[in-house]
């Protein structure tokens, strides 16, 4: 089995959280405009990470690189989506929740 960088990690499970977003609160099947522009500019912010492998998670990061509108929809998607994490997809959110603590 192939171990994915930190980076990709979160890529991945920010996307979970942005899919389950917008097919539960929204109703659609496939990302929506709005969703789909949310989830390229979280890719982009990750994707420029300047911590790298050693990124902890979003909350807890010393350099708050989203924009203000941005962050605003970031915290709705994870405020909706962040406890279903463990229903839809356990595994991601036990990594997030652990890296949350201890990490």
């Known amino acids: 089995m192939r171990r994915h960088s930190r980076i990709e990690e979160e890529k991945r499970t920010v996307e979970q959280m942005i899919r389950l977003y917008c097919r539960h609160r929204e109703g659609n099947e496939e990302?929506?405009?709005?969703?789909?522009?949310?989830?390229e500019y979280a890719h982009a912010r990750l994707s420029r990470c300047p911590f790298g492998e050693k990124?902890?998670?979003?909350?807890?990061?010393?350099?708050?690189?989203?924009?203000?509108?941005?962050?605003?929809?970031?915290?709705?998607?994870?405020?909706?989506?962040?406890?279903?994490?463990?229903?839809?997809?356990?595994?991601?959110?036990l990594k997030h929740m652990w890296r949350e603590q201890f990490v």
């Open 31 to 39: 990302l929506c405009g709005s969703c789909r522009q949310l989830l």
């Open 55 to 93: 990124k902890k998670t979003c909350r807890k990061c010393p350099v708050h690189c989203y924009k203000p509108d941005m962050k605003r929809r970031i915290g709705e998607v994870m405020k909706y989506a962040g406890p279903r994490m463990l229903l839809h997809h356990p595994v991601s959110a």
